[in-house]
């Protein structure tokens, strides 16, 4: 069994940053791939950046392209997330999953595993 737990979330004003970190315990951290999806109030879950067990292959959605980067630290068991020039658009509560394919996918059934989510508010 695997654990994550998000942390780092919180208010933001527009055009701020915040880092996001998932931390995982229980089976080993060197799965082939992590990710990160959020969920905003009435919308569906979707995926927002991935990478791969190295590290050296990611993807991110188009909407945060160039604002938000993904890197992971497989001796700390850590994924991360930077945020930076944040829009009121990103409001939502952040996610992080673990998934057994080595491709860096986007479809929410590849993920085995999942976090609780850390709220993340970027005022306007």
């Known amino acids: 069994q695997v654990q994550l737990v998000e942390s780092g979330g919180g208010l933001v004003q527009a055009g701020g940053s915040l880092r996001l970190s998932c931390a995982a315990s229980g089976r080993t951290f060197t799965s082939p791939t992590m990710a990160w999806f959020r969920q905003a109030p009435g919308k569906e879950r979707e995926f927002v950046a991935g990478i791969s067990r190295s590290g050296g292959s990611t993807k991110t959605a188009d909407s945060v392209k160039g604002r938000f980067t993904v890197s992971r630290d497989n001796a700390k068991n850590t994924m991360y997330l930077q945020m930076n020039s944040l829009k009121p658009e990103d409001t939502a509560v952040y996610y992080c999953?673990?998934?057994?394919?080595?491709?860096?996918?986007?479809?929410?059934?590849?993920?085995?595993?999942w976090g609780q989510g850390t709220q993340v508010t970027v005022s306007s």
């Open positions: 999953a673990q998934s057994a394919y080595a491709s860096v996918l986007t479809g929410l059934n590849n993920y085995d595993y």
